[in-house]
């Protein structure tokens, strides 16, 4: 296979142009969590089990599952994509040799570490001939660029063997919060619409109680990779949830035969909450930032400079550091040079302990902001710092434009807008910068890659606070933090 494994089924499963993509996927997950309270909205599931059909048939029900993984768009960096082959038979698993596989959206990069922890082991092989016009994997990829951006993949078409090799392949990546698992499988196929609801009914309640000797070969076309996938879960104690069930004569299809999808989300038993912004999110935050806001500079200092010294972040021992510190919490670095912006980057959404964050995105904000080159010793005693802890970020309702801009809050709102392939984000503290409210939002919209005046019935917008500490210089850089 080539570098880059093509779209195959692009413009018939789904739509073929990244414009059309992007609107089609939009509204489907628009739809999807309309009908989702907040609090179901911010319990990421570890793994979905989701139908591979057109999306004329079976994007609705995916989209239940696709939309559950909002909050998590800058958490999940990599997805295990298991799904059965229905061109070319296989044995056991098979990897592609490909170095990434495009959709019209883009190219998503395969891991390849992770490729390497399995491809030696004994049911895994590289086939690229199975993988070249397989759907069941390819259809997946355009919800989960939407919903993630950018990930690394590990496509893995499945095919003849024992649920134990399954379960030895998923174990060996399980990995945390960073890692999704998606399970691809239709449900029965070609009986009439009582039979199917039927068959599908009883696969369902075989999924929820993690049953796998109760899924025959007529119930899911995926059900080599789904038995894996339960034995796994039943393992690990992991709850289900079943998002809905249904079939192609309830979309776009007759009733005489059909084929039928269902969604589920499993969580660990540590899963992921994002929480909503707490009323007093301020106080909490201006007490930690009084407490430990020094700290927290420090350590950003310390970051950078251990990244001139030995290209890293600087060591960080949890349980030297207060309590709150090790909390989960989220955090952007802002470097300035003389005023003027020379690198910024963070988290929006917290994902591991504060006190780590503020030290990898130090680093990060210092060397790996693609906007400028990495920060040399001798601009050290020109910069300064600022460390922004948000809060959660929560989904915004509105009608229109009008009312979406009538509901900003100038100088107090970061937002996060996206649609389609396009996402941007702006900290509040660029207010400063820019305190109209039109021309906050036509620079974030020419950031995220759309148009300044863009507005369409799939945009979204997202908003949160910050607290702020900063720092005028870095003295004494060479004793700020003893690793």
């Known amino acids: 296979m080539s570098v880059i494994r093509p779209a195959a089924v692009a413009g018939s499963f789904y739509p073929a142009t990244a414009q059309e993509l992007g609107t089609t996927l939009q509204k489907l997950l628009h739809k999807a969590a309309s009908n989702l309270d907040t609090d179901t909205l911010s319990n990421v599931p570890k793994a979905i089990v989701v139908p591979h059909a057109g999306y004329v048939y079976s994007g609705p029900m995916a989209a239940r599952a696709y939309a ?14 298991l799904g059965p082959c229905h061109r070319v038979a296989v044995k056991g698993l098979a990897l592609s040799s490909a170095k990434a596989f495009a959709t019209p959206l883009g190219n998503i990069e395969l891991d390849q570490d992770a490729i390497d922890q399995i491809k030696n082991l004994p049911q895994v092989s590289v086939f690229d001939q199975t993988h070249r016009e397989e759907h069941s994997l390819e259809v997946h990829l355009p919800f989960l660029q939407i919903m993630l951006g ?39 196929h070609f009986l009439d619409y009582d039979q199917a609801v039927e068959i599908d009914t009883r696969t369902c309640k075989a999924i929820e109680a993690m049953d796998i000797n109760s899924i025959e070969g007529n119930q899911a076309c995926g059900r080599v990779p789904l038995k894996g996938f339960l034995k796994s879960a039943k393992k690990r104690g992991m709850s289900v949830e079943t998002l809905g069930l249904n079939n192609s004569g309830d979309t776009a299809g007759t009733k005489d035969r059909v084929v039928g999808y269902g969604s589920w989300a499993f969580h660990e038993g ?25 700290l927290l500079l420090k350590i950003s200092a310390a970051s950078i400079v251990n990244g001139l010294n ?18 989960s919490g989220a ?24 006190i780590k964050d503020v030290a990898e995105n130090a680093f990060r904000a210092g060397f790996h902001d693609p906007r400028f080159p990495k920060l040399t010793s001798a601009e050290i005693p020109e910069l300064s710092l600022s460390v922004s802890v948000l809060s959660p970020a929560t989904d915004m309702s509105f009608e229109d434009e009008l009312d979406f801009k009538n509901q900003i809050r100038p100088g107090i709102d970061g937002l996060i807008i996206a649609d389609g392939p396009h996402r941007a984000l702006f900290l509040p503290s660029v ?28 945009f979204t917008a997202q908003r949160f606070i910050t607290g702020e500490v900063k720092q005028s210089g870095l003295d004494d850089p060479q004793s700020i933090w003893p690793e």
């Open 68 to 81: 559950r993984l909002r909050p998590a768009k800058d958490i999940i960096k990599r997805v295990i994509l």
């Open 150 to 188: 950018k990930f690394k993949l590990i496509p893995l078409v499945v095919g003849d063997c024992d649920p134990q090799d399954i379960v030895q392949v998923i174990d060996t990546l399980w990995g945390g919060a960073e890692t999704l698992i998606v399970i691809s499988t239709d449900l029965s």
């Open 431 to 458: 207010w400063e910068q820019l305190p109209d409210v039109e021309i906050f939002l036509s620079r974030l919209k020419l950031k995220s890659g759309m148009k300044q005046d863009h507005w369409s019935e799939t």
């Open 331 to 354: 955090c952007f670095i802002t470097i300035k040079k003389q005023g003027d912006l020379r690198g910024c980057i963070g988290s929006p959404q917290a994902h591991r302990p504060l």
């Open 270 to 294: 540590d899963c992921l909450m994002v929480e909503e912004p707490k009323q007093d999110f301020e106080q909490q935050t201006r007490d930690l930032l009084k407490d430990h806001g020094e």
């Open 310 to 327: 030995k290209a890293k972040a600087v060591g960080i021992d949890m349980n030297s550091f207060p309590t709150p510190l090790q909390a």
